[in-house]
């Protein structure tokens, strides 16, 4: 009888220090609705063949995450897909950020604010970010998938997954 094996290298955000602390908010949720922070953690799962000794170097790994991370770091998050926000620029450094059917609205410094072509700034939606600018610079050529989850406190986050092939699933 043969067996497929999986093999994967994975990284803990938090013990790794795959961290960043940002603000956002979820147009007209009850509670999210408010600007408000997390520190948030990436964590990785790579899976695929090994290519001599790795399926990929941690450090290597670890870079992209970290590069991933640090322009999100000590920003304002917003989601430039959001049909519920108006974004402006209203003079050489400030954006203006007219928010839902509340009208509420903000006023930041444009060097503080990352706009993200996500439609929400949701644990979710920013997974998937994530998990896009990191499948972009990972060489797929013995890579069957990626895992992301983004942790935005211990013990609450969202995961997603790209799947570079045909593959088993349920790991």
């Known amino acids: 009888m043969t067996m497929d094996r999986l093999t994967w ?10 961290r ?3 603000c956002h908010f979820i147009p007209d949720h009850p ?3 408010c600007l408000h922070g997390h520190t948030y953690a990436m964590s990785v799962r790579v899976i695929g063949e090994q290519s001599g000794d ?3 170097d941690f450090e290597e790994l670890k870079r992209y995450v970290a590069e991933i ?18 974004i402006k620029k209203i003079d050489k450094e400030h954006l203006s950020v007219v928010v839902g059917k509340h009208a509420k ?3 930041f ?8 072509p996500i439609h929400s700034a949701s644990a979710e939606d920013l997974c998937s970010y994530l998990l896009d600018q990191l499948s972009g610079k990972l060489d797929a050529d013995h890579i069957r998938e990626i895992y992301v989850r983004l942790d935005e406190g211990l013990g ?7 799947y570079f092939r045909s593959t088993p699933r349920g790991i």
């Open 31 to 33: 509670k999210c609705g």
């Open 105 to 107: 609205r903000y006023v």
């Open 9 to 18: 290298i994975e990284l803990d955000g938090w013990q790794a220090k795959l």
């Open 54 to 56: 790795f399926i990929m």
């Open 109 to 116: 410094p444009e060097e503080d604010v990352v706009l993200l």
């Open 69 to 86: 991370c640090e322009p999100l770091d000590h920003r304002i998050l917003l989601a430039s897909l959001d049909s519920d926000l108006q």
């Open 20 to 22: 960043f602390s940002a």
């Open 156 to 162: 609450q986050g969202a995961g997603c997954a790209s």
